[in-house]
């Protein structure tokens, strides 16, 4: 593994089935972070966790929860799909590079489509 | 509410220039970076602007205009690889990135 790691890479879900989109990265970032990106908008940010043991709540939480039991593993899970959750999910983790920048690595993407 | 706004789609031709603008309005600012994102791909880091002026990096530069909420991307020598979305984000007082929806740049022989 070198950096982060999504799975499946892609899934097609029937409305009402639950759901866990995996994410591990080997860097010992602190910070990870659940994007969902959608056509004509910008990304936006679902759930992150600042550290091992914390979660937040990003823009557009509902439908989705996440758990952090370990600094490398950061999975989502949508409880009972719906066809608005059809997109495309984005991990990523964040470390310290130059000028005090936090920048995201990202993991290559999850396709969802919920029918 | 806070915004960010980048044209949706640029055509350049190789070996060009091509500069991709970003304004912004966002509750506070702590800094702004751009991404490129091919087709079906992750995000890739790109630059980083945090001060006013101009950063650069081998064929790509960044700009930052604090006051006038304003940034570019410059890209020379365009090659077809560049072809690829760009994304402005910001990182506002509460240290939470907003994310423009990307400028789609078309490279042409």
């Known amino acids: 593994i070198a950096g982060i790691t999504q799975a499946p890479t892609s899934q097609i879900l029937a409305a009402g089935r639950r759901m866990t989109l995996r994410c591990t990265q080997d860097?010992?970032?602190?910070?990870m972070y659940w994007y969902r990106q959608d056509l004509g908008l910008g990304l936006r940010l679902i759930h992150y966790s600042n550290t091992a043991g914390t979660t937040g709540k990003g823009e557009v939480p509902d439908g989705y929860s996440v758990s952090r039991a370990n600094t490398d593993d950061f999975p989502l899970t949508l409880a009972s799909a719906v066809p608005s959750q059809t997109s495309v999910y984005f991990c990523a983790s964040s470390g310290e590079r130059e000028s005090g920048a936090n920048v995201l690595t990202f993991g290559a993407g999850s396709r969802l489509t919920v029918l | 509410g806070q915004n960010i706004d980048q044209p949706t789609e640029m055509t350049a031709t190789e070996g060009a220039i091509v500069q991709i603008n970003c304004t912004y309005q966002?509750?506070?600012?702590?800094?702004l970076f751009w991404y490129q994102q091919h087709a079906g791909e992750a995000p890739t880091f790109l630059s980083y602007n945090v001060l006013d002026g101009l950063e650069e990096k081998g064929r790509f530069s960044s700009f930052l205009s604090r006051s006038k909420g304003y940034s570019y991307l410059l890209l020379k020598e365009l090659q077809m690889k560049d072809s690829a979305s760009y994304l402005c984000a910001v990182r506002d007082s509460n240290y939470q990135l907003i994310w423009g929806a990307g400028t789609k740049l078309i490279i042409k022989p």
């Open positions: 860097m010992r970032h602190n910070a």
């Open positions: 966002t509750s506070g600012f702590n800094g």
